[in-house]
């Protein structure tokens, strides 16, 4: 759960367990049929963003779906031939984050948040001491999305966690 209702108790969930189990299973379902839609199977930025209801009779039902804003397409064609296998640690992250990078040819990183909005952009010195590692003390706890880039052009996007 990234943030709970405001209209119960603190930390309090509007939803028994066998309905977010249900609404689990149809966001998997949803999910999936989509990213074959978007061409976005196994774009770590592709989700989804649902209405859902609770009716009277206590059924849970599913009322839109649509791609969530801050989907980045996966580049048709990779940017020339550089290695872009990087990962990000720890995550969950405190205050720092760290890229784990050998040889990638990374020239930026982006962080936007879960609703799309830029937080942090970095220029990476591809020297001997170049800083893997990115404080990401100033940001609200949360969901986020990392993008390498290259010449402009995303090469790979992960998400992380602060806490």
Same mark, same amino acid.
């Given at each position: 759960?990234?943030?709970?209702?405001?209209?119960?108790?603190v930390?309090?969930?509007?939803? /028994?367990?066998?309905?977010?189990? @249900?609404?689990?299973?149809?966001? #998997?379902?949803? &999910?999936?049929?989509?990213?074959?839609?978007? &061409?976005?199977v $196994?774009? !770590?930025?592709?989700?989804?963003?649902?209405?859902?209801?609770?009716?009277?009779?206590?059924? @849970?039902?599913?009322?839109?779906?649509?791609?969530?804003? /801050?989907?980045?397409?996966?580049?048709?064609? !990779?940017?020339?031939?550089?290695?872009?296998?990087?990962?990000?640690?720890?995550?969950? #992250?405190?205050?720092?984050?760290?890229?784990?990078?050998?040889n990638? $040819?990374?020239a #930026?990183?982006?962080?936007?948040?879960?609703?799309?909005?830029?937080?942090?952009?970095?220029?990476?010195?591809?020297?001997?001491?170049?800083?893997?590692?990115?404080?990401?003390? &100033?940001?609200?706890? $949360?969901?986020?999305? @990392? /993008?390498?880039?290259?010449n402009? /052009?995303?090469?790979?996007? @992960?998400?992380?966690?602060?806490?």
């Amino acid at each position: 759960m990234i943030q709970y209702s405001s209209l119960l108790d603190v930390d309090t969930l509007l939803m /028994s367990d066998p309905q977010l189990d @249900l609404l689990r299973q149809y966001l #998997a379902v949803i &999910h999936d049929r989509f990213a074959i839609l978007y &061409h976005a199977v $196994g774009n !770590p930025t592709f989700a989804m963003d649902i209405e859902y209801k609770i009716d009277s009779t206590n059924q @849970l039902a599913i009322k839109q779906a649509r791609p969530w804003v /801050s989907y980045v397409p996966t580049p048709a064609n !990779p940017v020339g031939s550089f290695n872009c296998d990087f990962v990000l640690f720890p995550n969950p #992250a405190g205050d720092l984050i760290n890229i784990g990078c050998e040889n990638c $040819g990374i020239a #930026a990183v982006r962080i936007v948040d879960i609703k799309g909005s830029l937080v942090l952009e970095k220029t990476m010195e591809q020297a001997e001491n170049w800083d893997p590692q990115i404080s990401i003390a &100033h940001l609200q706890n $949360g969901l986020y999305f @990392l /993008s390498g880039s290259m010449n402009g /052009s995303v090469c790979k996007t @992960l998400r992380f966690i602060k806490h």
